[in-house]
């Protein structure tokens, strides 16, 4: 049997999937939109070619709420490879320059590392799709021009040192959004003197969802054709489960399905304890029956008014 004999299960959410090394994501991303008979599926998050590991599906009605998970950190298994630097700070570039590791210690390298925990400033690497006046650097680079650009400040939560074999340190990063891993090794290798670059990276984490979770391209297939792939996709209820929980009465849940905005009055109850309100806070709104109906804000004139931003239910049936 085919793929396309297949049956084609409807689903709305996030699926995890063991990126291979040699994809890319978007061809995650086709070969599981084709899996799934044309559905509605990005991604949550770029993976390298070169890199393996966690990369979220959104599928369906989960392509709606992207703008709520970019806030995820992430966790990576990193190795750097110490004494040799490319062009492009990763293993897929060619090497500028070699220097010996032999004289660097281990509390050396413990404190390069010490000096990029917390919040830090990070430049954009050449090699990525960042754009400057609408370029992205990638095209520079391969035209062989350096671009001048801002340093970001990005967060790393934690980093640890699992291991020192010869000139390769394998790390583990857990970072904030917009962390290129790479220019973090890169610089560690500039700290110590000797240079360095990305080895080899696996993502092992974003927000909740977990490498121990996650299902290979073949597995997506072999799931699809026996008709359990459903069950390995996380609901839009549970991957929003950082937003407070508003259940309305059903006046409100009629209203919210259409996009029109309710108040604060037509609250019943607060999932999980109590709130405190703020203005703008963007929260889910569930009816009676626990059905996620849509995720709304709090008006920024009030904490009494929700605007309905993405309407993830048409109906109350």
């Not at 990193?78 to 990763?90: I, K, M, S, V, Y």
């Not at 703020?278 to 008006?299: F, I, T």
Request: proline share 3%.
């Amino acid at each position: 049997m085919t793929v396309t004999d297949a049956k084609c299960e409807v689903m709305d959410g996030v699926l995890a999937v063991n990126k291979e090394a040699g994809w890319t994501s978007h061809d995650v991303v086709a070969k599981v939109r084709q899996v799934l008979g044309g559905a509605k599926v990005g991604h949550g998050g770029t993976l390298d070619p070169a890199a393996t590991g966690l990369l979220p599906l959104l599928i369906g009605k989960g392509t709606r709420i992207a703008e709520y998970l970019v806030h995820w950190d992430k966790e990576y298994r990193a190795q750097l490879r110490l004494g040799e630097t490319t062009d492009t700070l990763d293993a897929t570039g060619i090497i500028l320059e070699r220097q010996s590791t032999e004289h660097l210690t281990h509390g050396a390298i413990c404190e390069a590392v010490s000096k990029f925990r917390g919040e830090i400033q990070q430049m954009p690497p050449m090699y990525s799709a960042v754009k400057v006046d609408g370029v992205p650097l990638y095209r520079s680079a391969r035209a062989g021009k350096t671009i001048a650009r801002e340093a970001r400040t990005v967060i790393i939560h934690a980093l640890e040192i699992l291991d020192v074999a010869g000139q390769d340190v394998t790390l583990r990063v857990v970072c904030s959004k917009g962390t290129y891993v790479r220019t973090l090794c890169a610089d560690i290798g500039s700290v110590l003197g000797v240079g360095g670059h990305l080895h080899a990276l696996e993502r092992t984490r974003v927000g909740p969802l977990t490498l121990d979770r996650t299902l290979t391209v073949n597995e997506i297939v072999r799931c699809q054709r026996l008709g359990e792939l459903a069950a390995h996709v996380s609901s839009l209820d549970e991957v929003l489960c950082d937003l407070p929980a508003l259940v309305v009465d059903r006046r409100a849940a009629e209203r919210v399905c259409h996009g029109a905005p309710i108040g604060w009055s037509n609250v019943l109850s607060v999932k999980d304890g109590e709130i405190q309100r703020k203005a703008e806070m963007p929260v889910r709104l569930h009816d009676d029956n626990g059905r996620l109906l849509a995720v709304g804000r709090l008006s920024p004139q009030g904490v009494d008014r929700i605007t309905i931003e993405k309407v993830l239910a048409t109906d109350l049936r």
